[in-house]
């Protein structure tokens, strides 16, 4: 396993809770849009096993072509040991990244696609809209639905609607709402729908969609493919 040392050298305040750390592109590292990495502070390889507490799973909110790596993240007031350190880390901090991988790149099967996320989870969309803006080929449309309660909506200058470019945007502050709009996407049974956000979400989100006959196949999730069965076969009888 390959590991990649590298430094911040950029912290935006995206909003009150959420920053994106950007960091320097280490020589031979790559990634394509949809991209999560291994994000690791300083000590996390020091002992005997690597210390599970000083590493998160996150994804990368940039494409290479920005040369610079995005790792963007919500920091509450009350946050676990590896936010608290990340809250107080600088520009030329050390972060380490490894075993990186997409789980959800952007499909080319002359579709919709609908982009369905929860809060932070817009940040593993961003690349794939950038992508398809640069390349709509075999593309029909995108939509983006974002829930985020905090109303302090992300990536605004992204997620802004652009009928020239068939995509539109929309964000909503509440659970009843973001459903009903869930249902109403999911009038196109041909559409495909990728889901970012918490398990609770993604396995909420599965079930509306299977209950308009969406099929597993059209549901794209950031999991790795031994973990789709546990999402895919949610029984919708209950």
């Known amino acids: 396993m390959q590991i990649y040392w590298t430094k911040i050298n950029k912290i935006i305040d995206e909003t009150p809770e959420v920053k994106t750390y950007m960091l320097d592109c280490p020589k031979d590292f790559t990634w394509e849009e949809g991209s999560h990495t291994h994000f690791a502070m300083e000590g996390f390889n020091?002992?005997?096993k690597p210390n599970r507490s000083l590493v998160r799973h996150m994804s990368i909110s940039t494409l290479p072509h920005e040369n610079s790596i995005g790792i963007t993240t919500r920091i509450r007031e009350q946050c676990s040991e590896f936010k608290t350190i990340l809250r107080n880390l600088e520009v030329g901090s050390d972060v380490a990244l490894f075993k990186t991988h997409s789980n959800v790149p952007l499909k080319r099967e002359d579709k919709n696609v609908y982009l369905l996320s929860s809060g932070v989870g817009l940040a593993t969309f961003r690349p794939l809209v950038l992508d398809y803006f640069e390349r709509a080929d075999n593309v029909d449309q995108i939509h983006s639905l974002n829930i985020d309660s905090s109303k302090d909506f992300l990536f605004t200058d992204v997620f802004a609607s652009a009928p020239d470019k068939k995509f539109t945007s929309q964000f909503v502050d509440n659970r009843k709402t973001y459903y009903k709009e869930v249902e109403k996407l999911a009038a196109d049974k041909d559409g495909l729908f990728y889901?970012?956000?918490?398990d609770e979400f993604l396995v909420q989100n599965i079930a509306?969609?299977?209950?308009?006959?969406?099929?597993?196949?059209?549901?794209m999730l950031d999991k790795h493919p031994?973990?789709?069965?546990?999402?895919?076969?949610v029984d919708i009888s209950v």
């Open 195 to 198: 889901v970012v956000g918490s």
């Open 226 to 233: 031994h973990m789709m069965p546990e999402f895919l076969s």
């Open 208 to 219: 509306v969609l299977r209950e308009q006959d969406i099929k597993p196949e059209q549901v």
């Open 46 to 48: 020091a002992g005997d």
